[in-house]
């Protein structure tokens, strides 16, 4: 009973919660249908399905791949990409796995903004650098990570929108 108790507060503060984060879906591209760079769509797996980046907005050259969200209280498996801009632009999206439980997810990040997206949790916060995270339950056992610099805060709900299931 006190999990299902925990479950209906959790919802219930998402379904509430005003966080100002995106809220629709609609894959979009850059001008053309092509992402910032020229070679082929980026995915990324939690091993069920790859999802793809289609919108990566332009300027921005691949960076790294990570494999860790310091913010984050626990240890999960996370596989990320990155782009960056000459004048220190910065995106990262990553595929986080292993969140099963909506109570789990929203324990994730302390100091983050508690909201939905896709009628799913979201988590917004701030770090270092002011970068802007933002990171949603896309399912049980996937949630999505994107984070950007300031510069680059207007473009976080079209790249959320542009990573899309394969198929």
Not at 44 to 60: E, K, M, Q
Not at 84 to 102: F, N, P, T
Not at 109 to 122: E, F, K
Not at 143 to 157: K, N, Q, R
Request: proline fraction near 7%.
């Amino acid at each position: 009973m006190r999990g299902r108790l925990a479950s209906a507060i959790i919802m219930l503060a998402v379904a509430g919660c005003g966080s100002g984060a995106p809220v629709t879906h609609t894959a979009h591209t850059t001008p053309g249908g092509a992402t910032a760079h020229e070679t082929p769509h980026p995915s990324l797996t939690c091993g069920d399905g790859p999802l793809t980046i289609t919108y990566v907005p332009s300027g921005l050259d691949p960076g790294p791949a990570f494999e860790r969200i310091k913010s984050l209280t626990r240890r999960l498996d996370v596989r990320g990409l990155s782009w960056r801009g000459s004048g220190g632009e910065q995106l990262l999206v990553a595929v986080v796995c292993g969140v099963r439980s909506a109570e789990t997810f929203a324990t994730l990040v302390t100091r983050s903004g508690l909201g939905a997206y896709q009628g799913m949790p979201a988590l917004r916060w701030r770090t270092r650098g002011d970068m802007r995270n933002f990171m949603w339950l896309q399912r049980p056992g996937v949630a999505l990570y994107v984070a950007t610099t300031p510069g680059l805060a207007d473009e976080v709900g079209e790249v959320a929108a542009g990573i899309v299931p394969d198929g």
